[in-house]
Each structure stands twice: as C-alpha cells, then as structure tokens.
C-alpha cells in the first residue's frame, strides 16, 4: 500500500518557487528520508503533506486524503514533530501527553508512550525544566500519543549533542519496528543513510536523486583513483576502473615505480550529495 | 463536544498553572478594588464609595481577563508554535477558539464573584440583587472583549512586548471609561475619548445592573455599542489571525 503519493507539487511564495515539480511515492512502513540543504524545499514539501500549506499545482494522496481536503480521519492517523515548536512550560511531561491523547478518538497509554521516547523518570518534570534533548523527545511523545499510522519527523535532530543524536535514532528505528511510515527531513547524510530505507535528495525545489542509501551510491559510475607521483597528489575519476587501474599499475612496472598511496574509491553517499548540491551552486 | 471540553479543561489547566498571567489578570481587579476601597470612603455620587467602586472594577476584570489575558495568551502559544503544532491534531480551530472564549468567561465569571464576596467581607457591599442580569453582562463582556482580545492578537507580531501594548491599550482605557472609579469629575474632553472606547459601555451595564437595581435588558444602547465593538473584533481576527508563528 502506498501511504503517499506526490505527482509534480508545486508552490511558490510570491517570487520564490520552494518547490518546482517534485514527485515520489511513500510506502507503508517505510522510513523514507527528504534530504538536502536548508532552503532546498523540505519542510515546504512536508507541510503541504501535514495540510498546513496549500499547493499551487499537483496531485498530493496522504492515507488517502487531499490534505487540503483531509478526510475526518486525516488527522487521526499522521503525527507531527515540527521543526520549531515549544509546549506549554509550565505543564508536566505526563500532563502534556494527557492533554495531546485527549484529542484523539483512541490514544496509546499515556505512561507507555512517556517510557517509549525515554522520559520517564522526567514524568511529573514541568516542560520548562526538560533538556533541549529532552524536549525533543516530548515533542516525538506526543505525536505519537495519538497512535498515528504516519509520523512526520521535520529535522527531529538539528542542534543535538552526538549522544541526543544517537538516542533519538533508536527512536525512530524503534518507530519502524511498531510499522509506522516515517516521512523525515534532515539535512544530515549520515543521519538519512543511518534510518532511511529510501531517500529523495532535494535541491533548489525539485529532486535530483531519489532511491535506497546503496542505489545512491551505486548509480554513480565514476569511481576515484589516487595517488601520489613525486609527492603530487593524483586524482583519477573514471566510469572503467578495471582498465584505467590496469593501465597506471602496468605503466608504473614498467618503470619499476611504486604507485604512492594507491587508493580505489567508491563514492560515498556524501560524495554523491555533495556533488549534487554543487551542482546546484553552480547553476 | 467531548473535545471541547477536553480543552476547555486545558485552558483552564494553562491558565492556573502560569502564575504570572493568573496573577496579573485574575489578582490585580481585586488588589485594586481592596486599594482603592480602603482610599476612598463616605459616597461618591449618592451611592457608597465600596459600592461604585466594585460595579466599577467589575469592567476592569473583564478588559484585563478577557482582552488582555486571552491576546497575550494567544499570542505566546501562536509564538510558541503551540497553536500550529495544535493544528495538526483532530482538534478543530473552531472548537478551540470556543473553548477558549469559555475558558475566559469563566475566568472572568470567577473574578466577579470573588469581587462580591470580598466586597461583602472586606467592605460590607451588598450581592447584586439582579443576579441574572448580572450572569447576562458577565456573558456579553467577555463574548465582546474576548472578540477584540483575538482581534488584536492578529495585530500584534511577536510575544516580546505584546503584555506591555496591550496594558498601554487597557490601563488607560479603564481610566478613562471609569472601570478604576467614577469619572464625572474628569475634563470634558477626557471623558468624550471614553466614551468612544467600549469598555464605557459595560461600566454602564454594571452601575445599572449593580449600583440601581435595573435589569440587563434595559440597556438596550450600552448592549447595542459592545455588540458592535463585538462584531469589530470578529471581523479584525477573521483577516488578521493566524495560527503560525509570524516571528520564526
């Protein structure tokens, strides 16, 4: 079953095109992960997907709604962490889950979700006294409070100690294992290649690459080979390793040389979205 | 329905629990009332001084419940992205918005009555003896200033200083209306600008109700006046409010 659906979206902001054409497919229970620099569309693309934007052109199905036109149950079933969202301060962690469950027709257990996203020994803490970390995790809690089918996670780990990181990742792992569909931006590639199962790299409104971390990778056929000549670095980028290997090492026999730090590389995702997006500066 | 009154619960449950909005909004009518009762002393304008004070103060409650304390509310969880991350739920903005102008109506209807009892305890005032048409000025004051609360939290941007421009717009309007005592000693002029302010309207309806005894139905001018400001208010919050952050 496919969870979402978006055919050429499009929308502007007076001048501004934040999105030009983009099209994917999400399927249930797939950690799909929007990737790309700050202003490349995502969160736009995404709150057209939660139904807080209106589209200019495009076919958008969320579970089966126009989120423009959600049906009763839309939001029902999605879950939201928002890029910048604060709760009230003065309520407690377990009071601020009460009041987001109240919404919903069947919520999870309060308490099991406060142990779900790590905060239990924060349970009667006012939100006021909760760490960055800490906050971001009450922010996942109540979005799942409501036991949504699709959680949307806009940049769930911007600002995060290495550690907060680590811990929110097994989170959101967590979620695919409860089968939830995942939609998450970042502009992280590690943290797309660590819990997406598929990815959109996004640039200047549209997307340029779209498919499994490994796919990225693959589909690129230019593989680097260096070395060092007289204390020169070489760089070698070739779509026919086996040949052009072939030919340096039995040039450098022939001449009784050593190959200096020979080194055969496939990109990595990084290289892959690093190129791309110097594309884009360069366009 | 079950919504509502989950949030209406909500409401409250915010509102009590931020101390500092309880006690700027809900605290400071009856700290004045106690102040300015202890001052002034003998009759003002033929009726006891406690007495026309209270009837006054009753306005006040309301323009700093319902007006100050909801837009200033409003504007911190808009700032908050509370409103937007609310939005996203099954929680529709209508059901919210009566929720919280019910919310406010009780606040406001709490202030009233512990105005009352501290006026009959502190001051020997006596209960209205027109409890209903107290109950009615109670519902319309907070339905008409509650309208322009959400009007003008669409006008104010961000939730620095929004306290501070809507006390510069409540402090001097209660004084010029007569919600801090009565103003007929004031120049003319002063007393003209009141007029024209709406929080005039419901110090009438009180005086009336409370000070002579005449029924809420009788002042078919004052109602007529904050309905209309009422009206103002819906139309401004129709174009101007938002339910996402405007300072992100």
């Given at each position: 079953m496919t969870a979402i659906a978006v055919r050429g979206l499009r929308k502007s902001y007076g001048p501004l095109e934040a999105v030009r054409g983009v099209d994917f497919d999400i399927e249930e229970g797939e950690v799909f992960g929007l990737l790309g620099p700050n202003g490349a569309g995502k969160t736009t693309t995404v709150e057209i997907l939660e139904g807080y934007r209106s589209r200019d052109a495009g076919e958008v199905s969320v579970l089966g709604s126009d989120p423009q036109k959600p049906r009763r149950d839309f939001r029902e079933r999605i879950g939201v962490v928002l890029q910048q969202a604060q709760l009230w301060q003065t309520l407690t962690v377990r009071e601020t889950h009460r009041v987001f469950a109240g919404y919903y027709e069947h919520p999870r257990d309060v308490d099991e979700v406060i142990d779900l996203v790590g905060l239990a020994d924060k349970r009667d803490a006012r939100v006021q006294t909760l760490s960055g970390g800490q906050k971001r995790r009450l922010d996942l809690g109540v979005a799942l409070v409501g036991d949504p089918d699709l959680v949307f996670l806009d940049e769930p780990t911007t600002g995060f100690d290495p550690a907060a990181r680590r811990a929110a990742w097994e989170m959101i792992r967590s979620l695919r294992s409860l089968g939830k569909t995942v939609l998450l931006t970042t502009h992280y590639l590690d943290e797309a290649e660590q819990l997406a199962d598929r990815v959109a790299v996004m640039r200047q409104g549209v997307v340029v690459r779209i498919g499994t971390p490994r796919e990225l990778t693959t589909t690129e056929t230019e593989v680097e080979i260096r070395y060092r000549r007289d204390g020169e670095e070489v760089l070698v980028r070739t779509g026919d390793p086996t040949r052009a290997l072939h030919e340096l090492t039995s040039e450098a026999l022939a001449r009784g040389e050593e190959l200096e730090r020979l080194e055969v590389r496939r990109p990595t995702l990084e290289d892959v979205y690093l190129s791309l997006v110097e594309e884009a500066d360069e366009a | 329905m079950r919504l509502y009154l989950h949030e209406l619960r909500t409401q409250q449950l915010v509102y009590w629990r931020s101390r500092e909005a309880a006690v700027f909004t809900f605290i400071f009518p009856l700290l004045l009332f106690v102040l300015l009762g202890s001052v002034y002393t003998g009759r003002i304008y033929g009726v006891p001084a406690p007495d026309a004070l209270l009837a006054a103060l009753i306005s006040y409650g309301c323009a700093t419940v319902c007006f100050a304390g909801l837009s200033i509310a409003l504007v911190v969880r808009r700032e908050a992205g509370i409103l937007k991350r609310i939005r996203a739920t099954p929680l529709r903005p209508p059901v919210y918005m009566a929720a919280a102008l019910c919310s406010t109506m009780l606040t406001f209807a709490a202030v009233t009555v512990v105005l009352f009892v501290l006026g009959r305890v502190v001051f020997g005032t006596p209960f209205p003896s027109r409890p209903g048409s107290v109950i009615l000025m109670v519902v319309l004051g907070s339905l008409c200033f509650a309208a322009l609360g959400v009007g003008i939290a669409g006008l104010i941007r961000s939730s620095d200083g929004s306290s501070a421009v809507v006390n510069l717009?409540?402090?001097?309007?209660?004084?010029?209306?007569?919600?801090?005592?009565?103003?007929?000693?004031?120049?003319?002029?002063?007393?003209?600008?009141?007029?024209?302010?709406?929080?005039?309207?419901?110090?009438?309806?009180?005086?009336?109700?409370?000070?002579?005894?005449?029924?809420?139905?009788?002042?078919?001018?004052?109602?007529?006046?904050?309905?209309?400001?009422?009206?103002?208010g819906v139309i401004v919050a129709a174009y101007t409010f938002g339910w996402e952050p405007r300072s992100a």
């Open positions: - | 717009i409540v402090l001097p309007m209660s004084f010029l209306t007569g919600a801090f005592g009565p103003t007929r000693h004031y120049p003319g002029f002063l007393r003209a600008i009141g007029d024209a302010l709406p929080l005039k309207y419901l110090v009438n309806i009180s005086d009336a109700v409370y000070l002579h005894q005449h029924s809420f139905w009788s002042q078919g001018t004052s109602i007529g006046v904050l309905a209309a400001w009422g009206v103002a």
